[in-house]
């Protein structure tokens, strides 16, 4: 059966295999392997064959789970992770890796490239996954290909001196075909070979072209003489690229490609585009990636309207980690809309003692416990706060929310009845440093909620 091959594709699509029934002998340890034949599985990337390691893969889990094959951890993941219900993917210490238990993943790779080449088993080799890309579009609106099609000449260039190609603005589009294959004043040119009358090329580039440099051209944005200026250099690279899955072989390889381009042309310096990456998940509902196309998207305006827009961005972020697929829930933002109510909750139930305590002196607002209880609690409070700051930084934005989730049921445990033992006057600057904290972590999350009730604190 035909299928797709785009990434998005390959990671929602049913994960379907046919036991070959060969073996093979594993490289290093000489365990016996069998081969299986899978559908996400490109055959032009690498070899073709490549090891399934469904511990620490999203689409080998998914695979070894329809087929009922062993999941074995080679990576140390935290002592509560379920490797049945799902992979971890991050890097960390070998495990179940023989001579190489302990190694860090970096140096892991390393050393058993290091072994395959001594072995003459295998070779290290950089495989890019730059495919070709069809850029032309037949529509109107893009960038004109700068093309002329002669029937002497056959397919020549618009002169450089002849550029920019300028698109008729005066056309409308009937949604039908592009209006520049009927617009003569626009098709009829001469070969600037032969003088002949020729035609020019009527598709237009795609929006990827332009967006694979325009990072650039924003630092020059009024530079009239010229495609890039100094201030590129200034700006460049950016600090952060953010791209769906779909992109991952598209659009950021051609970026890249392109920007080597103009380094190698002078108009940069700098050899990559971009200094950190984010391939963020799909959202899926029912099981299908959401598009328009399908006729499967939740418009969000509804759900603004009765939940607010900050509860629909705290369920976003906090539903899953952004590299991977999120699966869509009305219950689960109704759930984020309960988190809200209960932050405001608090937030207003100590408004005014908080504002007292805001104006004494910083050593009369530190807190001092004498309490066991709250010097338990202060301790959990750190530990929350570190693990978010550690968090944000690694960009795993769901446990994010969850520790702020953890910090607000932290000061409603503080509050309660329960604790009534310990010293309310105590109590006080906790919750004015812990509501503090927990603004300032969803902030990012949730702004709007945040910033009124870091003005309504007076923090």
Not at 221 to 230: F, G, M, P, T, V
Not at 350 to 357: A, G, S, Y
Request: with cysteine; net charge neutral; glycine share 6%.
């Amino acid at each position: 059966k035909n299928t797709g091959v785009s990434e998005a594709i390959l990671n929602t699509q049913e994960k379907l295999g046919v036991d070959s029934e060969l073996s093979v002998y594993h490289p290093l340890t000489g365990e016996k392997i069998p081969v299986w034949i899978a559908n996400f599985v490109l055959g032009e990337y690498g070899s073709g064959a490549v090891m399934s390691v469904p511990a620490h893969d999203a689409r080998d889990h998914a695979f070894a789970k329809k087929y009922a094959l062993p999941i074995k951890p080679v990576i140390q993941a935290p002592s509560n992770w379920d490797f049945t219900e799902a992979a971890y993917l991050e890097k960390g210490t070998l495990i179940n890796s023989g001579p190489y238990d302990q190694l860090s993943s970096h140096d892991a790779i390393e050393a058993i490239t290091k072994e395959l080449t001594k072995n003459k088993a295998g070779k290290e080799r950089t495989t890019y996954r730059l495919r070709d890309w069809g850029i032309s579009r037949q529509r109107y609106w893009g960038t004109p290909i700068p093309i002329i099609h002669c029937a002497n000449c056959g397919t020549v260039p618009v002169p450089e001196s002849d550029l920019p190609v300028h698109l008729p603005t005066h056309l409308l589009p009937d949604g039908k075909t592009s209006p520049l294959c009927s617009d003569e004043d626009f098709l009829s040119t001469h070969c600037p070979r032969c003088g002949k009358p020729a035609r020019r090329e009527t598709d237009t580039m795609d929006t990827f072209v332009e967006s694979s440099w325009y990072y650039a051209r924003y630092c020059s944005y009024n530079q009239s003489k010229r495609i890039l200026d100094n201030r590129a250099n200034d700006w460049l690279p950016v600090s952060q690229y953010i791209g769906g899955i779909e992109h991952a072989i598209l659009h950021l390889l051609y970026a890249r490609f392109i920007h080597k381009v103009l380094r190698d042309l002078g108009f940069v310096s700098s050899d990559e585009p971009f200094g950190r990456l984010l391939t963020q998940g799909m959202v899926l509902k029912n099981g299908e990636k959401m598009s328009k196309s399908k006729g499967n998207s939740v418009a969000p305006e509804p759900l603004i309207q009765k939940y607010g827009a900050d509860a629909l961005r705290f369920f976003i972020i906090f539903s899953a980690p952004p590299t991977q697929t999120l699966e869509w829930s009305d219950q689960g933002v109704e759930g984020a809309y309960r988190f809200l109510k209960k932050l405001w909750h608090i937030a207003h139930l100590f408004e005014e003692e908080i504002q007292l305590i805001n104006k004494k002196p910083q050593q009369e607002r530190d807190f001092k416990f004498s309490c066991p209880t709250l010097k338990q609690s202060a301790h959990t409070f750190y530990v929350l706060l570190d693990r978010s700051c550690k968090d944000m930084e690694r960009q795993h934005f769901n446990t994010v929310a969850s520790s702020a989730m953890k910090l607000l049921n932290l000061a409603e445990a503080v509050i309660s009845p329960a604790s009534a033992s310990a010293d309310s006057i105590q109590k006080l600057p906790f919750i004015q440093t812990l509501l503090s904290a927990l603004l300032r972590i969803l902030s990012p999350i949730t702004p709007h909620i945040s910033q009124y009730l870091w003005n309504r604190l007076g923090l």
